[in-house]
């Protein structure tokens, strides 16, 4: 969704067949878009696409919606943490998007990350990255309504989840379903086998996930989360473990992480800013007939 978005100049004016063809290629024959993980006919798919409407966030949104449509639902959606600082970029493409933002307590965050396989960017890096997440869902949550935005917590949900997802069935105006608690009967089905960071979809929920970053954490790990975020912490409801004040050259190392952080996500906002005067044509999904 995001690499198509970035490199929406790339493909052209949309309203041409012939560049509607190209970027259903990009999309349906590239091993990097992991379409292939869908299991849908790949074909099939890039003729919907070079017969569908010529705007980018149509033709994105084409592959989830044959995806939904072979599952027997009306309705796609998609999860990636990355869209927490994309959520404008988003909304271009899809204006009607409603976003539900899963809180978690940011320690518990840090640990996980550390204990992926994909994440080689260190301790600070991950501090950094729930920090500037909090900071931007919550602009977001000011400026969007409460048709388009909905936030809960990771703590919460797993303590009540049927609870948890009557709120979300609400805000999103679908029927409460009973198996929304199970995700491990179609986890076999939804979850490719590679991601071995998910293997706990397989299973019932886990409440021993909340809190865990107690014991997955050093003392040391502990101090500097809580001297650089503590007041985001308390204002999402979590409790601090008062730990002491850490090393002052840890914590300007982390600083110097966040700053370079946040000045490289100005700067991919204003290169958007320069994209989208050069964009041939509107970028805006169009509805669906029928």
């Excluded at 949309?14 to 790949?42: C, M, P, Q, S, Y």
């Amino acid at each position: 969704m995001l690499p198509a978005y970035e490199g929406r100049l790339a493909f052209g004016d949309l309203v041409e067949r012939g560049n509607r063809a190209g970027l259903a290629r990009w999309i349906t024959g590239r091993k990097e878009t992991r379409f292939h993980e869908l299991g849908l006919d790949a074909g099939r798919v890039a003729e919907r696409i070079t017969d569908g409407p010529p705007t980018l966030g149509s033709v994105l949104g084409i592959a989830p919606r044959a995806y939904a449509e072979e599952h027997g639902k009306a309705r796609w959606g998609d999860k990636r943490p990355a869209y927490a600082l994309r959520v404008a970029e988003i909304l271009r493409l899809f204006p009607d998007a409603q976003f539900v933002h899963l809180v978690r307590d940011g320690r518990d965050c840090v640990a996980s990350l550390l204990g992926m396989p994909w994440w080689h960017r260190g301790f600070h890096e991950a501090v950094a990255t729930w920090a500037q997440v909090m900071d931007a869902t919550r602009k977001y949550a000011r400026g969007l309504g409460p048709d388009s935005w909905y936030q809960l917590r990771f703590e919460d949900l797993v303590a009540d989840p049927e609870g948890q997802l009557r709120g979300v069935c609400g805000f999103l105006g679908e029927e409460y379903a009973p198996g929304t608690t199970e995700p491990y009967r179609v986890a076999g089905m939804a979850v490719p086998a590679r991601k071995t960071w998910h293997r706990r979809t397989h299973g019932a929920l886990d409440t021993s996930r909340a809190g865990g970053w107690t014991t997955r954490l050093t003392p040391n790990q502990i101090r500097l989360r809580e001297a650089a975020l503590g007041e985001r912490l308390i204002s999402y409801g979590y409790d601090l473990a008062g730990a002491v004040r850490p090393d002052p050259a840890e914590l300007l190392r982390y600083r110097r992480v966040e700053m370079l952080r946040r000045a490289a996500h100005s700067k991919r906002r204003m290169l958007d800013r320069l994209a989208r005067v050069r964009e041939p044509g509107p970028v805006a999904c169009r509805p669906v007939a029928g």
